[in-house]
């Protein structure tokens, strides 16, 4: 959105997710999980066109919720590790091997785990898996757009992360020139939720630098627009003083040459 409509959009932040541009050749999901293990589930999400995946999460949408919203904390971590390249081979699915047993993580209460169930119960996840699906597509679709970020960019990311690691931000202020950053140590892929006051006090004092920032580039276009105008009058009041553009002559001046 920012890179597509710099126009509409004054500032942009991200929350775990590092930016990175389109690369020049295509890297397929496959390519990156064989390279970055831990990105082998969009391989899963992408199967016959996410249905499968579909099928499994929706089975048992609150056993679905437990498994993916979990806290940071080491006694929280689900019993087994969810799917890898070698479960999938032996035809496991995202959460197949986790005992249905498993408890509601303290991460959500149980009023915010009912509205997710619910609202997935009504959904399905099959239209969610279909970013993952247009993967080829997005990369096809961002190949005319700029790839640097040109709008103040805030990066967050959080120090138990197992996914998205914060050293895969590292090269972000290469394409991002504006970049402020932020890590909340004490917190996992789900920083909402874990640390919210921290998170929010993260946003609240970027958006004050940015409304800063915005009243001083407002000053100093006032000034710069004060001054314009005062050189264009002085401008104006010296030609009006030299008889008018270009030194044009009275009319009543006789010429030079008449006398000679």
Not at 47 to 65: C, F, M, P, Q
Not at 85 to 98: K, P, W
Not at 198 to 215: D, G, I, P, Q, T
Request: with cysteine.
């Amino acid at each position: 959105m920012a890179r597509r409509f710099p126009k509409r959009v004054s500032a942009v932040g991200s929350v775990c997710t590092p930016y990175r541009p389109r690369s020049t050749k295509y890297n397929s999901p496959e390519q990156i999980a064989r390279a970055y293990p831990a990105m082998f589930y969009q391989t899963y999400f992408m199967e016959s066109g996410g249905s499968i995946a579909a099928k499994e999460l929706e089975a048992d949408i609150e056993h679905t919720i437990r498994c993916f919203f979990r806290t940071s904390k080491p006694s929280d971590k689900l019993p087994q590790k969810w799917m890898s390249a070698e479960s999938r081979a032996r035809g496991s699915g995202l959460f197949s091997d986790v005992p249905k047993s498993v408890a509601r993580s303290e991460l959500l209460t149980a009023d915010e785990f009912s509205v997710f169930v619910s609202a997935y119960r009504a959904s399905g996840f099959h239209s969610a898996l279909q970013w993952y699906c247009a993967h080829h597509l997005n990369w096809l679709d961002e190949s005319e757009i700029p790839q640097t970020v040109s709008q103040p960019a805030l990066m967050v990311t959080a120090g138990r992360d197992g996914i998205l690691l914060p050293v895969l931000s590292r090269e972000m202020e290469s394409w991002c020139p504006l970049l402020t950053r932020a890590h909340i140590t004490n917190a996992g892929h789900w920083v909402q939720f874990e640390q919210p006051n921290e998170l929010s006090a993260v946003l609240l004092k970027w958006l004050a630098s940015l409304s800063h920032a915005a009243r001083a580039a407002k000053t100093v276009k006032a000034s710069a627009d004060a001054a314009a105008a005062k050189a264009k009058a002085t401008a104006a009041a010296a030609t009006a003083g030299s008889g008018g553009s270009g030194g044009a002559k009275s009319k009543h001046a006789k010429p030079i040459l008449s006398k000679l």
